[in-house]
C-alpha cells in the first residue's frame, strides 16, 4: 500500500517537473517527456488543476501556476501567490512604459533567485525563461538588488552558504553589494549565454526585500548606461508599486 502511494506521489511530481519546461504545454508533451500513458497523465493534470498548481491555458494545453513556488526549499515570508496578484498591475505598467521589453519579478530561495513571473514571451527565443527559472544570487541583477536589501542575518546566512558553493565570495563583494544599497539598483552586463544586459531593483517593505523586479534588454539596443537613464525610474515606481500593493493586500501587515 505504502509503495504505491509513494508511486502515485512520484508520476504527479513527474508531470509537475516536465510541465515546468519552456514548450511543454500538452498531454502529448508530457507523454513524451515522461513515458506516463496519456490517460494516466490526464487524471493527473486533473488532480493538478483541482489543487492550484496547474491551470488550463485558454489556447490549449497546460502550465504550471505560482503556487508551485510553494514546494521550493527555503520558502520565505514572502507568498509568491499573493505576490504575483499583486504585482501584475505594476508589471504590466512597466512593461509599457519599457517598450515591451522582458521583466522578471523574483523571490529569493537559499542561495538561488526564483522567477515568479517572467511576463509575457519569457518563453520565446530572445529570453528563454519560464516561470520557475532560478538564477545565481550573486552573478545576477535580481539577486544583488535582492541580497543588498535583505536583512542582515539573511545576507550573511546566504554569504556562509555560498562560501563553500560555486559562486564565490570575495572583498569585491562587500563593495558590489554596498554600490547597489548606493544607487538603489542593480546592473548585469550580458549574462552567461544571453547577449542581454539586466537592471534591478528590489521590492521593499519597511527597508527590507521581500523581492526583485527587472528591465531586460537586447545588448545590442543599449548600453548600461542608457539602460540606468532610460529605466531606472520607472523601474523603481514599479518596484513601490508592487510593494504597496503586496503589503495592502496582507491583512498582517501594518
Known sequence: MDQKVISVLERGLTVLDALNRPDVTDIRHLHRLTGLPKPTIVRLLDTLVTLGYVVRRPGGGYEVTAKVLRLSHGY???????????????????????????????????????????????????????????????????????????????????????????????????????????????????????????????????????ASVSVITAAKAMTLQQMEKTFALPLAQAAATIARAYAGSRPDQP
Not at 112 to 117: G, H, L, S
Not at 131 to 151: N, Q, V
Not at 159 to 169: D, I, S, T
Open 76 to 210: 520565505r515570508s514572502a507568498d509568491p501567490v499573493q505576490l504575483v496578484r499583486a504585482a501584475r498591475p505594476a508589471l504590466r505598467w512597466l512593461r509599457q512604459q519599457t517598450s515591451g521589453w522582458p521583466s522578471d519579478l523574483a523571490i529569493c530561495d537559499a542561495e538561488t533567485m526564483i522567477v515568479v513571473d517572467p511576463g509575457p514571451g519569457a518563453g520565446s527565443q530572445f529570453l528563454n525563461r519560464m516561470r520557475g527559472y532560478r538564477l545565481p544570487i550573486l552573478s545576477s541583477a535580481l539577486g544583488r538588488a535582492y541580497l543588498a536589501f535583505c536583512p542582515d542575518e539573511e545576507r550573511d546566512e546566504v554569504l556562509h552558504r555560498l562560501e563553500a558553493g560555486a559562486e564565490p565570495v570575495n572583498e569585491a563583494t562587500g563593495s558590489a553589494l554596498e554600490n547597489v544599497r548606493r544607487k538603489g539598483f542593480a546592473l548585469r552586463d550580458c549574462e552567461p549565454g544571453k547577449a542581454t544586459r539586466v537592471l534591478a531593483a528590489p521590492v521593499l517593505i519597511h527597508g527590507r526585500a521581500i
